[in-house]
């Protein structure tokens, strides 16, 4: 079977839904918005750095919406500011939930078993 390819036209139609697709998804942000990342986004890698997780899960943040992120022919920039924002949140959500297994020799239950 031989394959189909796209002509010339084909493909220059399929690049622009591609675009109109991009900028629709962008127009949820606002202008100083979309600024403000292109000039001072960081990418998944540091951005996941900072959220103490995968590349994977931030991506799939923004996918769902929950981090600001603007899509650039080189892959993903995120908004500092809401992914400072969404690790503070993480880290009081984390605080006053226990750790599994047996505690460390940091953790204050570890020094209460010691005392007791």
Request: zero cysteines; proline letters at 0%; hydrophobic letters at 35%.
């Given at each position: 079977m031989a394959e189909?390819?796209?002509?010339g036209d084909q493909a220059r139609l399929a690049i622009a839904d591609h675009m109109r697709?991009?900028?629709?998804?962008a127009q949820g942000l606002s202008a100083a918005k979309i600024v403000t990342i292109a000039t001072s986004g960081i990418t998944s890698r540091e951005a996941a750095k900072l959220l103490d997780t995968t590349q994977k899960w931030v991506s799939e943040l923004a996918r769902r919406g929950e981090l600001a992120h603007l899509e650039t022919p080189l892959g993903?920039?995120?908004?500092?500011?809401?992914?400072l924002r969404l690790a503070?949140?993480?880290?009081?959500?984390?605080?006053g939930r226990p750790r599994r297994g047996r505690p460390r020799?940091?953790?204050p239950r570890y020094q209460q078993a010691l005392s007791a």
């Open positions: 189909q390819r796209a002509t697709a991009r900028a629709a998804k993903r920039l995120y908004d500092s500011e809401d992914v503070e949140a993480r880290r009081i959500a984390q605080a020799k940091n953790d």
